[in-house]
């Protein structure tokens, strides 16, 4: 069996992703050495696309990624980063078959979870929950031992990406994070996505499901 999490522990940098800027590759992002964000998926999970399935690490600015409702959207903005030490254990998707998934997200990455109680519960037939509280309806198992490179997608709009199995939102741009921890990620971001710069960009950004906490995961769930 292939040894996934060798695959997981790359160099920061490789042949493609641009570490500096723009400039020496277009088609790529940044690469930040620290978090960005608190969400995002491994290098090696594997993203649906108009040309098939892609891992993350190879997604390029322009690519059409397949969003929720049957469309695609183009990517924006694609970068990558190295969660802080407080970010939690990377959270590995459960496959039942037997066999070690490749999709690997951060703890705090929302899914998307449909559910047959969730109208009963919540009044909504889809909510969005946290990969880590997931792992306790056994859709999700930590990983502690993988320090994955986090890739970042950002589209024009807020989105749901599919990862095999799972929508799962995209980057939810805080550009006032972003700059503190890397100020030369946000300018290049602000560069693709100018609307960014005001406070109105940011709405096309706005959650459209309720996120669930920890009770909420235990109910639905029958924890």
């Known amino acids: 069996m292939r040894d996934i999490r060798v695959q997981e522990s790359i160099p920061i940098h490789w042949t493609g992703f641009s570490s500096t800027s723009t400039v020496d590759d277009p088609m790529r992002g940044r690469h930040s050495r620290r978090g960005i964000a608190s969400s995002g998926l491994s290098a090696n999970t594997r993203v649906e696309t108009l040309r098939g399935p892609v891992i993350a ?3 390029q600015i322009g690519d059409q990624v397949k969003t929720y409702g049957g469309g695609y959207s183009t ?8 969660l802080g030490d407080d970010a939690g254990v990377p959270m590995r998707r459960t496959s039942f078959d037997g066999r070690e998934s490749t999709t690997l997200v951060s703890s705090d990455q929302l899914v998307l979870v449909a559910h047959n ?8 037939s889809e909510v969005m929950c946290p990969a880590v ?60 996505l100018p609307k960014l710069v005001s ?25």
């Open 117 to 124: 109680q969730n109208d009963a519960l919540f009044g909504t």
């Open 133 to 192: 509280l997931l792992a306790a309806a056994g859709l999700f198992t930590p990983d502690p031992t993988v320090n994955p490179t986090i890739v970042h997608l950002l589209f024009d709009t807020y989105e749901l990406v599919k990862c095999g199995d799972d929508w799962v939102e995209s980057l939810r741009p805080d550009m006032d994070q972003i700059r503190t921890e890397d100020a030369e990620t946000a300018d290049e971001i602000l560069s693709h």
């Open 75 to 82: 990517l924006r903005w694609v970068g990558t980063s190295r």
């Open 199 to 223: 406070r109105q960009g940011h709405a096309a950004y706005v959650r459209t499901r309720p996120v669930l906490d920890e009770r909420e995961v235990a109910l639905l769930f029958g924890a």
């Open 57 to 59: 690490r190879e997604l």
